[in-house]
Nanobody
Framework: QVQLVESGGDSVQAGGSLRLSCASS????????MAWFRQAPEKAREGVAA???????TYADSVKGRFTISNDNAKNTLYLQMNNLKPEDTAMYYC???????????????????WGQGTQVTVSS
């Protein structure tokens, strides 16, 4: 059974940094792709960053140059380093997994099967 647990969310001021973590279990033997999504109040969930089974990375335009996704396979943990945070980054952040090394549209949520419970990021101006 796949389980994903996010952590690292917090309240910070604009310009600050956070690192989110997503600890996974039940995926060690799988070729998977992973991603971070976020959902702000009254807005649709959007893809933020993704890394596929071959290490190819995709970022949303809104976070390019500020966010970095990485994956520590030894620890089964996915990270999202977020720098120069802006108030518009305020959202619940989720990690997600698909059992496939390749993803046709990495930031499209419909392809991801397993989801964590989310961690809240709040950025004040």
């Amino acid at each position: 059974q796949v389980q994903l647990v996010e952590s690292g969310g917090d309240s910070v001021q604009a310009g600050g940094s956070l690192r989110l973590s997503c600890a996974s279990s039940g995926v060690a033997s799988m070729r998977i792709s992973m991603a971070w999504f976020r959902q702000a109040p009254e807005k649709a969930r959007e893809g933020v960053a993704a890394i596929d089974g071959y290490g190819r990375i995709t970022y949303a335009d809104s976070v390019k140059g500020r966010f970095t996704i990485s994956n520590d396979n030894a620890k089964n943990t996915l990270y999202l380093q977020m720098n120069n945070l802006k108030p518009e980054d305020t959202a619940m952040y989720y990690c997600a997994v698909i059992r496939n090394s390749r993803v046709a549209d990495p930031l499209n949520e419909i392809q991801y099967i397993f989801w964590g419970q989310g961690t809240q990021v709040t950025v004040s101006s």
